[in-house]
């Protein structure tokens, strides 16, 4: 409250000259700091314009069916945010004038977008980015987005989703980055970074007041992931350690970043519903974590509180949800119906919309929007050639290598290529789920991609042989075995359609369809050595599928530009080195498996499953390359206050590679029990054909080597551990290290 008085005094102060005479409001003067032009504004402001900003309404179309466009008119002036798609210029601009010119006090509403793996161009789905393992490059692609939404008009975007999943069945396993807590905190801070810019982390926020960067918005806080049997907007349950453990850290290093904002998830954790908890919201967001931007609610999330047996009422509703911590009530229409009575009858206080109105003025200014409201007719920033060229990167970086039996790939001496199934000439799937405005036409296919590959060089043939849902062609797969059976080579392109993950898009068989394992099958018979090329949102069950392929090669959904690259690892134009975020079960009864197990209390040979395998087909980790790299001289030893593991990585192919080191450790007895293995660093590094590279990591045992208890308290126990480096953890080098 001192500190309010005293804001508003300096306010009152820039506001009026020695004489009295009244000056350009404070809120409005670009050199007043954003503390003071928030409390300018703020006390301005009445009640009604208050509860207004905490609203966010839609505007034009949008591919999410969740989101139907609303109408123009229905947006009342004074508003607070907007989710719009872009695209239409005139349309924003009025509404922005309506805002500014029809309102008391002309605050500009906020845009908003889910750019979730690109915007106008799409690259590789988050899912598939980490397997990249190439944080840089994510915050390269994440930053020229930025711009691509800032020239639209966009100055917010839902996105990053660090929701850590281990199970393949629920369809947003596709949005975040993989199994792994640590891997989802890399990425959350990358893409901040991207978005924001670093300097924003320092409370720097000229490159968004430039235009040039868009506020982030961490979601879905928290445990989203954890959905029950893979099924969306279902319960969560979440233990105090899981949440500390594995899913807050994500969120903990988006923040770090700088994240302006935040989602409030739908899930029911535990009996809580997520955008009600005022533990997640209020105790650790705030108080614990220092956060000050924005809490935005999902789509609808305070409404479902109803469904959710958590409140009888909208207005409710729209009690708990504010008081919880969610500052913007994103679509459900509960604040601006219900807010005002609620602080007449006194069952919330003013001073609890007042703070989140602050949060909400906070981002305005910190985003210039204030001077800056409309989007102006200036040229846009081109970014098509570094966009491309960072797509195709990341394409590359990302596939993954599951099975190269005799070498198939690349594929050097053969002649006649066949090219077949649904997904080799489909640019749709391609594109992915949330394509945002990209134009799923000017996708370039895999079978486009291999043709100018291989152009001058072999006779490419194509037959698609059925559709994605495995329904026959007239005549596919007798044409494709005809195919087949005069080629050298097949590459069968078989995997699922773009919106057979994402929101709302559980699959209880996470399989290749029927209709597309027969097209495998036939295609076996021919005898013709076979490359199966798959592309999907998620790790699929190929426990059918991976003795009738010579070689599998894992491209997730590579967007706009990816299927040059994947053509480029057919050929041996680019040596493969993406390794698996996500673990590859063998059954659906194996989920949810994940790396980051406990110790079983009982030895290797106990607690395994009678029917059938208890190890994944694929591991986290996982992950070939065209050469071979021999890895060696594992070295652990005291550095300043921590310590310095090393190893060596020899090259011994004629090709040159890049390898992705990931770096364990294994906290043998703790206090609280431990992981069997846990990911603490990650580098990827040249490695030049017949040459030696060592990989280091700086081990801080502080950061490394603690581990977080129920409560979110960090300790640090001497005693033994063990350092891994490699790929799958069970085939890691290893090497003791003793915390004295
Ligand atoms: C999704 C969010 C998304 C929002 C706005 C919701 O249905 O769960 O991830 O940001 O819609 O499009």
Redo the contacts with the bound molecule.
Sequence with gaps: MAHSLLLFGVALVSAMTDAGAILTPAYKDPSAPVEVRVEDLLSRMTLGEKVLQLCQYSLGK?I?V??MGERLSRIPSGSGAV?YRGGDRELRNSVQRRMMEESRLGIPLVFG??AIHGYLTTYQVPLGQACSWDTSLTARLCSAVAQELRDEGIEWT?SP?VDVCRDPRWGRIV?GYGEDPYVNSAFAAASVTGYQGPEAARGDYSRLQDGRGVAA?I??FVGYGASEAGRDYVYTEISDQGLWETWMPPFKAGLEAGAMSV?SA?NDISGIPASACSYTLTTVLRDKWGFDGVVVS???AVEQLCRQGYCSTLKDAAAAALCAGVDID?QSSAYDSFLEQLVSEGRVGEQVIDEAVRRVLRLKFRLGLFEHPYLEPAARQDKGEEMKEACESMAAESSVLLKNDSALLPLRSCRRIAVIGPLADDGDALTGCWRAGADASMTQTILSAVRQEFDGRCKVGFVRGCDVEGNPDRGGISAAVRLSSRSDVVILCLGEGARWSG?NASRQHPRLPEGQLRLLKALRRTGTPLALVLVGGRPLILSDVVDDADAILETWQPGTYGARSVAGIISGRINPSGRLAVTFPRSEGQIPIYYGRRSPARDAGAGLYKDGSSEPLFPFGYGLSYSMLEYSNLRVGKAGDGFEASVDVTNKGSLDAQEVMLWYIRDVVAGVTRPMYELKHFERLDVPAGETVTFSWSIDPGRDLSFVDRKGERHLESGDFVIYAGGPPATALCCPLTLP
């Design positions: 949008d999410n969740n989101n989710i977008y889910d839902f989703m949005e918005c979601k879905h989602m739908f999902d789509w609808g994103m929101e």
